[in-house]
Each structure stands twice: as structure tokens, then as C-alpha cells.
């Protein structure tokens, strides 16, 4: 298995209140991402990382903020969490982004905005 | 940008028969297409993938197809076991640092 960590696997808070998810990769691998699951749409990309402090916005962005201050970690961010935000938020990474590598999973952090 | 259709949403086939879980993508540029296997609780595995310069990849009873012209990849999985039964995503990429583009997902029964 990759060795990819997130934390943390679940957490139950209330609408409002700021939420910062840590993907911690022990590859030193260049890519990371975050993406998240929901009945019905499968896994959608919330921000992508191609080096430290390098960032962009995915398909499903808004109300989400990135930060990569070093290679292994990858923070995800909910400022104002709202209860559409319950998820399942999945971290991936690769070796290469633009020569297509794979993806590989970590194993995820269940969300509950209530 | 990409969007990728999967279909069908749920499939049941008997143990030991094959199952084909059939996906199109829009965006042409779109170069790798994996497929991933879920399983209830579990992360998505990557089990099989495929470059836009290969028609075809096979690793022991999996298998996947690509016909670039029409847009669209297979998974075909042969003699099939319980231990397949799951949920199978396909996904596809263009050659950018960004990420996947994912169908919504088959759900995959083996009945005994």
C-alpha cells in the first residue's frame, strides 16, 4: 500500500465552525489531491497540488482552501463548514501529474456537518 | 471540461460468467484512463489502467479496452468470483498536472 496517512478518519462538527484535514504522504511524491465522495457522483477533485506551495483549483473548489508548506503534507481546508460538505474526502497522490502516473488512495476521512 | 459517463449503475451476473462495465469520455485530448475498485468502507484500488497509445491491456482475468475515434473504454472482468463483487469506477485524464475526471460508478454483484 501507498503510504499515504489521513486524519483525521472521522469527525462530527457543526455548521460554521472552521475544519482542516491533513493528508501526510511518506512517498515524496510530487502530486497530491483531494477529492471528495458522494452518493450518486462518484469522486470529484477539490484541489490539486504540483509542489510545495503550488496549488489549483478542481471541479468542486468553492468553499475549500489548500496548503502544502512541505512535500509529505497536504492540508485541506473548510473555512465555514456547511452541512453540503458532509463527505467522504478521499487524499491521492502520484509520482509524475503530466506523464499520467497513477493515482494511488489513501483511505479517507468520513466528515459530519451538522 | 471532461466528463465521463458509466454504465450500467448496477450489474449482477452469475459466479463464473463475465461481466462488462462500458465507459465514454468527452474531452479527446484525454490520454490515461484507470479503472478503480471499491469495496464498502475501503479506499478506491487502482486495478487496471491504460494509455491512450494501447487498444487493449489484460492482467489475468481483467482486461480493459479503448477506442479512441468513438470515446469510450471497457472493463471486462472474466470468470467472476464473490470476492469481485464491489464497487468499480472508471476515470479518465488528459495530459495536464490536474486530476481524474470519474464515472459515478458500477456496482458490481456476484451472485452465488
Known amino acids: 500500500d501507498a503510504g499515504i496517512t489521513q486524519s483525521p478518519r472521522h469527525k462530527v462538527t457543526e455548521t460554521g465552525t472552521p475544519v482542516t484535514l491533513r493528508c501526510h504522504q511518506t512517498?515524496?511524491?510530487?502530486?497530491m489531491y483531494w477529492y471528495r465522495q458522494d452518493p450518486g457522483h462518484g469522486l470529484r477533485l477539490i484541489h490539486y497540488?504540483?509542489?510545495?506551495?503550488?496549488?489549483d483549483k478542481g471541479e468542486v473548489s468553492d468553499g475549500y482552501s489548500v496548503s502544502r508548506s512541505k512535500t509529505e503534507d497536504f492540508l485541506l481546508t473548510l473555512e465555514s463548514a456547511t452541512s453540503s460538505q458532509t463527505s467522504v474526502y478521499f487524499c491521492?497522490?502520484?509520482?509524475?501529474?503530466?506523464?499520467?502516473?497513477?493515482?494511488?488512495f489513501g483511505d479517507g476521512t468520513r466528515l459530519s456537518i451538522l | 471540461g471532461e466528463n465521463v459517463e458509466q454504465h450500467p449503475s448496477t450489474l449482477s451476473v452469475q459466479e463464473g460468467d463475465s461481466a462488462v462495465i462500458k465507459c465514454t469520455y468527452s474531452?479527446?485530448?484525454?490520454?490515461?484512463f484507470p479503472w478503480y475498485k471499491q469495496e464498502l468502507g475501503k479506499r478506491p484500488q487502482l486495478i487496471i489502467d491504460?494509455?491512450?497509445?494501447?487498444g487493449e491491456k489484460k492482467d489475468q482475468r481483467i482486461a480493459v479496452t479503448l477506442n479512441k475515434t468513438a470515446k469510450h473504454f471497457s472493463l471486462h472482468i472474466t470468470e467472476t468470483q464473490p470476492e469481485d463483487s464491489a464497487v468499480y469506477f472508471c476515470?479518465?485524464?488528459?495530459?495536464?498536472?490536474?486530476?481524474?475526471?470519474f464515472g459515478k460508478g458500477t456496482h458490481l454483484i456476484i451472485q452465488p
Open positions: 512517498e515524496n511524491h510530487r502530486y
Open positions: 491504460i494509455r491512450s497509445n494501447v
Open positions: 474531452d479527446s485530448a484525454s490520454n490515461y
Open positions: 491521492a497522490i502520484s509520482e509524475w501529474g503530466f506523464s499520467n502516473q497513477p493515482q494511488h
Open positions: 497540488s504540483y509542489g510545495v506551495k503550488d496549488t
Open positions: 476515470a479518465a485524464k488528459g495530459g495536464g498536472a490536474d486530476g481524474l475526471t
